[in-house]
C-alpha cells in the first residue's frame, strides 16, 4: 500500500521494527516479539494505519485473548484515528470466542443450530455433566463432574472426539478414561438436543462451519481484507485453524507471538506454533521486535539463557534500552519459612525507611502465602 505523509506522522513515534510490523500491510507476516518489547503498541498502529491508507475498518479482524485487552486495543486505534477525523468503530476486535460466537449467531443454521443457540456457562456445563453420569448410572462420587469437565475441555482444545478419547484409553486400558469418554458422548448429546455449546464449541463449531461450507468461508474470508493475531503462542489446533481459513485468497495475516512466553499447554496452545505458521504460510515475512522497554540487559541475558535450548525456537536477541543494570543476585532456599525470611528481610528495609513504600510478591499457589504472613507478622510488617 501507498504510504501517505500523515501516515509518516502517524508512524513517528514507533522504533524500525515497530514501524516495519505497521507498514508491512500485504501477504503473510510473523511478528516475534520478546517481552516488553511494544508488540501491542505494533500491531494498533499497524491497523490505524490500515484505515488511514483507505481500508474500510469493518474489512479488518484484530484477535486477542481477553474481553480486556480487545477493549483496550480498540480504545487505542480510537485514540490515534481520532485526531484524523476518521472512525474505527466498525473494526471487528474481540476474543476467539467472542468471534466465534458472532459468526455462528449469523449462520448457525448451516450447522444444525438455531441462530439463538444457548451458550453454557460454567454452572449449566456442570449440571449437564451430572445429567449424563445419572444416565449412565455413574457416581458422582467415583467421577466428580469438575474433573469430568476438565477432561471434556482438554480433549475439546486438542482435537480429541468421544470415539477417538475411547479408542486411546482401552489401547491404554484406562478403564476411567474410557469412561469419561462415554461420560464425553452423552455430554455432547444432551448439549446438542438442548439446542446448546460450551465454550470449547464455540471454536469447534465455527472452524466445522467455515472448513465444510466452501460458501461461508468465501464470504467471510473475503469480508476480512487483513487479519491480525495477538498472542499467536497461546493459540491452540482450532485456533490456528480458523485463522488459516479466514486468511483466504489474499493471505493479509499477520500474527504476532513470543515462543518462549508460551504457558496454555494445558489448554490445548501447541509449542512450536509460531514456527509452524511459517509452514502453514509459505514465504511469510519474519519481523523481529527486539529492543526491550522494560527490563535491564543483565537480566534479558539471564533469560535468555534459561529458554536458549528450548525446541521449535526461531529465537530473538532482546536488547535492553535501560542498560546493564545490576548484577544478578542468587539465593536457594532450603525450604518455604527460609524462602520467605529472606524475600521478608529484603522487604523490611524498604518499608521501615518509607511508610509509604508498596510492595508486592508474587507467589504460584494460595498455599505459599501462610509462610510470608507469618514472617510479616513476626517483623512487624502490615
Known sequence: MNNSSHATTLLDGLNERQREVAL???GPVLVLAGA????????????????EQGVPPGAILAVTFTNKAAGVMK????????????????????????????????????????RDFAIYDDDAQTAAVKRALAQLDFSAEDYPPRSLRAQISHAKNHGISPDEMEAEAKSSRDLDRQDAAKVFRVYNDILRKASAVDFDDLLLRAVDLLREHPDV???????????MVDEFQDTNRAQEEL????????????????????IYGWRGARAGNLKQFTEDFPGAKIIRLEENYRSTQTILDAAAAVVKNNTDRLGKNLQA??????????????????????ICGEVSPLVRGDPDFHVAVLYRTGAQSRSFEEVLRRLGIR
Not at 243 to 262: F, I, P, W
Open 24 to 26: 508491512t500491510t500485504e
Open 217 to 227: 468461508r468465501a464470504a467471510w474470508s473475503g469480508r476480512f481484507q487483513y487479519l
Open 321 to 342: 534500552t535501560l542498560g546493564a543494570g545490576d548484577r544478578l543476585r542468587f539465593f536457594e532456599a532450603p525450604d518455604s519459612v527460609a524462602e520467605a525470611e529472606f
Open 243 to 262: 485463522v488459516r481459513l479466514l486468511a483466504g485468497t489474499r493471505k493479509n495475516v499477520c500474527v504476532v507471538g513470543d515462543e518462549d512466553q508460551s
Open 36 to 51: 516488553g518489547t511494544g508488540k501491542t503498541r505494533a500491531i494498533t498502529y499497524r491497523v490505524a494505519h490500515l484505515i
Open 75 to 114: 480504545d487505542r486505534i480510537s485514540e490515534l484515528l481520532r485526531l484524523s477525523g476518521r472512525s474505527g468503530s466498525d473494526i471487528w476486535v474481540s476474543t476467539f470466542h467472542s468471534f466465534c460466537a458472532r459468526l455462528l449467531r449469523r449462520e448457525a443454521t448451516h450447522i444444525g443450530l438455531p
